[in-house]
């Protein structure tokens, strides 16, 4: 069975750091692009960051480009996302996604993981 | 970036009612080279993730209802629940993976009538 789930979300101050992960399992991780995607509280979704299978290209939103980086490592079977200077704006729910098959659509999603920013 | 457009935003409904809702796309979706339209639907309940229903458009993910119906071609989409179980209750949202960055429509909630 797929699973995918989030830790590393909370409460932090603007213009911190913070750094969430999402441990996979059921699939071959390695063979999957991966992405993340947020939910601000009460609005939709937005795409935040992908990633291919070996990690080579990295694609971001405009909005988080120089501040967000998303890695990961296949031995872990793991996924990241490097959140610094972070916003108001930022705070969301953020759902680790797998690409299916090289498209850009998700098959699988995570749980979410929580990001407040506010002082 | 491509914007996607859905129309209701909401929609209260009865158990066993046909439902349509439409999602629009600035511009067009199918890519000639395959004749695939790059339109994905997903389904998302109160307090959890969002789950794939139709991705290509019109195509079933394993384990949904054949009651989930997606159509449409170029810019306009529909989908289309032939008769709504409680259960379907929940936000649908439309996905473009035309173009990158891929985008979402606001939503459709269905609700209770």
């Known amino acids: 069975e797929v699973q995918l789930v989030e830790s590393g979300g909370g409460l932090v101050q603007p213009g911190r750091s913070l750094k969430l992960s999402c441990a996979a399992s059921g699939f071959t991780f390695s063979n999957y692009g991966m992405a993340w995607v947020c939910q601000a509280p009460t609005k939709g979704l937005e795409w935040v960051a992908s990633i291919s299978t070996g990690g080579g290209n990295t694609y971001y939103r405009d909005s988080v480009k120089g501040r967000f980086t998303i890695s990961r490592d296949n031995a872990k079977n793991t996924l990241y996302l490097q959140m610094d200077s972070l916003r108001s704006e930022d705070t969301a729910t953020y759902y680790c996604?797998?690409?299916?098959?090289?498209?850009?659509?998700?098959?699988?999603w995570g749980p979410g993981t929580m990001v407040t920013v506010s002082s | 970036d491509i914007v996607m457009t859905q129309t209701p935003s909401s929609q209260a409904v009865s158990a066993g009612e046909k439902v349509t809702m439409s999602c629009k796309s600035s511009q067009s979706l199918l890519y000639s080279e395959n004749k695939k339209n790059y339109l994905a639907w997903y389904q998302q309940k109160p307090g959890q993730s969002p789950k794939l229903l139709i991705s290509?458009?019109?195509t079933r993910e394993s384990g949904v209802p054949d009651r989930f119906i997606g159509s449409g071609s170029g810019t306009d989409f529909t989908l289309t629940i032939s008769s709504v179980q409680a259960e379907d209750l929940a936000v649908y949202y439309c996905e473009q993976y035309y173009d990158t960055p891929d985008t979402f429509g606001a939503g459709t909630k269905l609700e209770l009538k």
């Open positions: 996604a797998r690409h299916w098959a090289g498209y850009w659509y998700f098959d699988f």
């Open positions: 290509w458009a019109s």
